[in-house]
């Protein structure tokens, strides 16, 4: 970080830093926007962006009505084991494995990552809400435009007539 960076990034690095340094346990509350916002001379909205900052960071977490709070850190997954692949290749029959493919999407255990519609269980709904709202504010007027293809500059302009 830098003094040239934007002030929510400046404040979001430095309780980022206080975090991974221990100084900030899991499950401790930060202080209150408000509070932040006058010992750094700063604004209400400017400590609320750091904070949504952390929180897509996943270092703290918004509490309804008790302020924000260190996240727990996830637990360490386990390193996955070596796979053995046979010693000599061996044929592969394309349309069985499409078939295994498509029947094994069925099952309601298996999630495919290349399906066109994933499970809604799977957004934090509060994220995908500041997402959008960053999205709408930032590209607010091609809300409802399509862009023109490639090679078209100008469709609406019709071209001159020939003589």
């Not at 390193?79 to 094994?104: C, F, I, K, N, Y």
Request: hydrophobic share 40%.
């Amino acid at each position: 970080m830098t003094t040239h960076d934007p002030l929510y990034l400046q404040i979001a690095e430095s309780i980022a830093d206080s975090i991974r340094a221990g100084a900030l346990v899991r499950g401790e509350r930060l202080h209150s926007v408000r509070d932040v916002a006058r010992t750094r001379g700063v604004s209400m909205a400017t400590v609320v962006q750091a904070y949504r900052s952390l929180e897509d960071a996943r270092l703290i977490e918004a509490r309804p009505r008790s302020g924000y709070f260190v996240a727990a850190r996830p637990a360490a997954l386990p390193e996955p084991e070596t796979s053995r692949p046979p010693a000599q290749s061996q044929r592969v029959d394309v349309g069985a494995l499409a078939a295994t493919v498509m029947r094994m999407a069925r099952e309601p255990g298996v999630v495919s990552f290349g399906a066109a519609c994933p499970e809604s269980a799977l957004f934090d709904v509060e994220r995908v809400r500041r997402a959008m709202n960053r999205a709408v504010t930032r590209h607010r007027t091609t809300l409802c435009q399509y862009p023109h293809g490639p090679g078209m500059n100008n469709c609406a302009a019709p071209s001159p007539a020939m003589p």
